[in-house]
């Protein structure tokens, strides 16, 4: 198993030597390969098939977040990422001030290490899943449905069985998992959708995190996702034909998630009827 790391190397502050030993001990152990944050800002070219190809994860030292700021400037899909000044906090730990790594922050760099790679080696086992297992969980087919009538158009939204977050993103929950798309109203308002970009297999999403992106000829529109949980599938069939989206926004899901918090993200999403209600109301503003 291998991944990209991309590490904050910032000697002015432990933490950012910190983030830097992390990276060095992936590296040296054989589970990752190093992204120079110097030649990412300057020669971007250079890691764009690593990144396309590969899961990358980020190690920051603080809020500053030097190493995840190269990551967003270059486009790169990050699986994950860990900011020591954070895990530092959770811990209570405090730390010398000396720029050269003492025992105890050397330890903290293996500990955070460790954890990198038993997430990546879990992700990886849940990516590599027999179709058959995931293929247990059956979605229903939308059969009834609002209709928004706004001048000429008119917006769909399936009454029962799926919800809606602010970002006219949609997500269908069975068995413990999820599929993710987005909206009628979204699709029509983003007009020929041309391209998709989804998340890699196994990367591990929290609620409001980027779940994917989706281009059009109109605009470029990030997908929001409505949920927490595991990348576990990703519809090929849209990747392949984009356009699906436009014909069927809601069969043509983007990704498949395995939940992780639905009890606590279902709280900050919206039902159907509700979500007409907000259509209408977005609509008539336009």
């Known amino acids: 198993m291998s991944y990209l790391v991309l590490a ?89 001030p000396e720029l050269r790594l003492g025992p105890d922050a050397l330890e903290l760099a293996r500990k955070i290490a460790d954890e990198i790679k038993a997430a990546q080696a879990a992700h990886s086992a849940e990516a590599q899943a027999p179709d058959q297992a995931l293929g247990e969980v059956e979605f229903e087919t939308p059969a009834e449905f609002a209709v928004v009538t706004h001048d000429k158009y008119e917006f769909r939204i399936p009454l029962t069985a799926y919800f809606f977050n602010a970002n006219d993103v949609w997500v269908q929950v069975a068995g413990g998992r999820a599929r993710v798309g987005i909206s009628d109203y979204m699709q029509q308002r983003l007009t020929d959708i041309t391209y998709v970009d989804p998340p890699k297999l196994g990367a591990p999403i929290e609620q409001f995190d980027e779940v994917g992106t989706v281009e059009s000829t109109k605009a470029n529109f990030e997908v929001v996702s409505p949920v927490s949980g595991t990348v576990v599938r990703i519809n090929e069939a849209v990747t392949d034909a984009p356009e699906s989206i436009n014909e069927d926004p809601y069969g043509s899901w983007i990704v498949e998630l395995q939940l992780t918090a639905w009890d606590e993200d279902r709280g900050l999403l919206v039902d159907g009827p509700a979500y007409a209600a907000e259509v209408e109301r977005k609509a008539a503003e336009e």
């Open 8 to 96: 904050c190397t910032g000697l002015d502050k432990p933490e950012g030597s910190i983030a830097r030993e992390v990276a060095l001990r992936l590296a040296e152990e054989g589970e990752a390969e190093i992204v120079c944050p110097v030649v990412l800002n300057r020669t971007p070219a250079r890691y764009k098939k690593a990144l396309a190809d590969s899961t990358l994860i980020v190690v920051d030292g603080c809020a500053t977040q030097c190493a995840g700021k190269l990551a967003a400037a270059a486009k790169a899909s990050v699986a994950d990422k860990v900011m020591v000044s954070d895990v530092l906090k959770r811990s209570g730990e405090a730390l010398a």
